[in-house]
């Protein structure tokens, strides 16, 4: 990425990963489609609701990968392959001891989570089944995810995605057996999902060790290098912390749309899962700015860095404006994909005309966190996003609900108060120190 055109290298790289994200959200989406379709509302209320639950934890392993995808990208810029090998088995040694962690955590926890959460009586029992299900195989998760975070920092976005199409296919396909045929209800679900991912785990460890390139991962060499290890925490220790602690608040909002009953809740539900959609090219646009940002930076091309910034913002802005209009317009349609229920659905269409277009300024805010962390500048963005997406808006929800009036209305617009409110600071900061002095 050190070199030729900027937006067709962005392009090239951010399509897989785009489609990589599609069939990544197929898992959870499937899940919801056939409990929705062939349980009951119940069953649909407990994965939403389980959601903000299972990204606290999962956002911070993926906050400590981007850590781990900037050293790498960085050290193979510059082509150094010493530091190159030492990041890879840094990284994955670390990958197989936080998943033991985070494996107990999860599944010790998961009861008072849900009563943390306020969730409604008829909901828990489908909720716990699930959460306990998920997080004894959550290390298939992540380890497919450190380790194609490390094809994709070499500039390799493509297998990973061929992986994923796979095993979403094959997770489709198990969820529809274990429920249908099986009658395994939601346990079936998490089942499904599990092995699934075990499966991609498999696959991407299988490619990393049979490579000849010059990231190949080397059992015998496997153990944490300290001085790498803290290189990759500098910047991805921030992120983890940024990732899980607006993770977790997401969960507080979660609590304040149970209040209003398992209708409500799976209407959010729905709205979340669509939502998730309308995320991916920005996401995968972020991802794609700090591979390249990384590289370049390494390079010592900080103007070919700026430029790869600008035009992955513009490209996300203009994808999500479009996609956000023709979701909005057809908001009742797409949430009846989930439902008959005309409850849920109206719940979930409210939700979805809300606050949809706000995400267009939101492609400002993950672009530019993504081009800073590739840079290096990871507790700048963790900051400003704790400040907007968590505090501000944890205050907004407080004072709203409880001085004002507590409605879905009012509840749903918290989103947009962090969203707008980090894109005035991020902007600004970026402005302030990269582009002022220029």
Request: with cysteine.
């Amino acid at each position: 990425m050190t070199s030729g055109p900027i937006l067709q290298q962005l392009v090239l790289f951010a399509v897989p990963l785009f489609l990589g994200n599609i069939f990544q959200l197929l898992y959870s989406m499937v899940d919801t489609l056939v409990v929705g379709n062939f349980v009951s509302t119940q069953a649909l209320a407990a994965v939403g609701s389980t959601t903000m639950i299972v990204n606290t934890i999962v956002f911070f392993f993926n906050g400590l990968s981007i850590g781990a995808t900037v050293i790498i990208g960085q050290n193979y810029g510059a082509k150094d392959q010493e530091s190159l090998h030492k990041s890879v088995e840094t990284t994955m040694a670390m990958t197989f001891i936080v998943s033991v962690i985070f494996t107990a955590i999860g599944v010790a926890f998961v009861k008072p989570m849900l009563l943390f959460m306020s969730t409604p009586e008829d909901v828990i029992p489908e909720a716990t089944v699930y959460l306990r299900i998920y997080f004894a195989g959550i290390s298939g998760l992540m380890i497919y995810n450190m380790g194609s975070g490390i094809l994709r920092a070499v500039g390799d976005s493509k297998r990973p995605l061929y992986f994923l199409v796979l095993t979403s296919v094959l997770n489709t396909i198990l969820d529809l057996f274990f429920v249908i045929v099986l009658h395994a209800g939601i346990a079936g679900v998490a089942y499904a999902t599990i092995l699934s991912q075990f499966i991609s785990a498999i696959l991407v460890m299988l490619l990393l060790t049979k490579t000849d390139d010059i990231y190949k991962l080397t059992w015998r060499d496997l153990r944490l290098d300290m001085p790498t290890f803290g290189k990759i925490m500098s910047i991805g220790l921030p992120s983890a912390i940024q990732s899980t602690i607006t993770g977790f608040s997401n969960v507080f909002v979660q609590s304040y749309v149970n209040v209003f009953g398992s209708a409500c809740m799976a209407g959010w539900s729905c709205y979340n899962k669509l939502d998730q959609f309308i995320y991916l090219p920005m996401q995968s646009l972020a991802n794609s700015a700090t591979t390249f940002v990384s590289q370049n930076y390494g390079a010592r091309q900080e103007e070919r860095a700026n430029k790869g910034t600008s035009s992955a913002i513009v490209l996300a802005m203009s994808i999500t404006a479009a996609v956000a209009a023709v979701l909005v317009i057809f908001a009742a349609p797409a949430t009846s994909i989930f439902t008959k229920d005309e409850n849920v659905i109206a719940y979930g269409a409210l939700f979805i005309r809300m606050n949809t277009l706000f995400l267009i300024m939101n492609c400002v805010n993950h672009v530019l966190a993504g081009a800073l962390r590739g840079r290096g500048d990871s507790k700048a963005p963790m900051f400003i996003m704790l400040g907007t997406f968590v505090v501000l808006r944890q205050i907004y929800l407080f004072v709203a609900t409880h001085f004002f009036a507590n409605t879905p209305v009012v509840v749903g617009l918290g989103y947009p108060v962090g969203w707008t409110s980090c894109f005035i600071v991020e902007v600004s900061y970026f402005w302030w120190k990269y582009v002022r002095k220029k």
